[in-house]
């Protein structure tokens, strides 16, 4: 068996590294796959292999090791999510030599053997010019939370609890704020100097939860819901940390004007928690 995984800095800045490495390899996969997948990710410390942590590339590949029975395989996820971080529906590519025989019979083997709170939806054959990283998609995240209350310890896997009172119709304002295409370099985690910060987001708002229910869940709930084509490090918890803020007027709706302004050099510095995260879909054009 032989699999290969890279870093996040050199896939995700130039998918053409990737090439190139498999090149100088003299590794040339026929045949590629699209599976999306969903996970819970509170025990997982995010996608990324990293040395004797549990991941979910580690938790994937391993899998994959086991049902391919040593065949060569590779792996490439569309974007990487980081520890705690869940999601409804992302989505990896699947590099081979040999093609798969039978793709539903795969998908069912690889989901009796991953552990439970992780599961492949579909697979797709796809061609050796999709590129999963640079391939246009709209990503939709969602930010599930409540306020004013301890909630029940169950909920904290996938529901932020804020025990302070906040001011949600404000809230509501100031996401709305964020809609549209603007300056991000405040809402991005250890920024570099000469990055591009411009993103667009073409829907930002808080509604009421409708969609994620337990019978030990609070009677009332939030979510921020996020709509765009890419997102920076830690984009989405520094938007909702803001939005907390503003909530317990900590800061004005003109802050967050400011911060979005093209010169603008504000910081904001609260990461909302991993775990009210959840990457709902990804949508490939």
Known sequence: ??????????????????KTLL?????????????TFQYLGYRFHGWQKQPNLKTLHLMVDRTLKYVLDGAYFK??????????VSAEESAFELFLKEPLQDKEAFLYDFNQNLPQDLRALSITEVGKDFNII??????????????????????????????DSLDIETMKQGAKLFEGTHNF?????????????IRNISLCEIVENDIYSANFFPEKSYILQVHG?????????????????????????????????????MVMDYIAPASGLILHKVDFK
Not at 10 to 15: R, S
Not at 136 to 160: D, M, R, W
């Open 1 to 18: 068996m032989f699999c290969i995984s890279l870093h996040y800095t050199n896939f995700y800045t130039n998918y053409q590294f990737f």
């Open 23 to 35: 090149a100088k390899m003299n590794v040339k996969p026929q045949f590629f796959y699209l599976i």
């Open 75 to 84: 792996t490439l996820v569309t974007g990487r999510t980081d520890a705690m």
């Open 134 to 163: 640079q391939h246009p998609k709209n990503k939709i995240y969602h930010y599930v939370f409540s306020e004013g209350q301890k909630n029940h310890p169950f909920c904290a896997p996938i529901l932020t609890t804020i025990l």
């Open 185 to 197: 370099k405040a809402y991005c985690y250890k920024p570099s100097e000469n990055g591009d910060f």
């Open 229 to 265: 084509k890419g997102f920076m490090r830690n984009q989405i918890r520094l938007m909702m940390g803001t939005l907390i803020n503003l909530g317990r007027h900590e800061i004005d709706t003109t802050t967050i004007k400011e911060s979005l302004l093209p010169d603008s050099t």
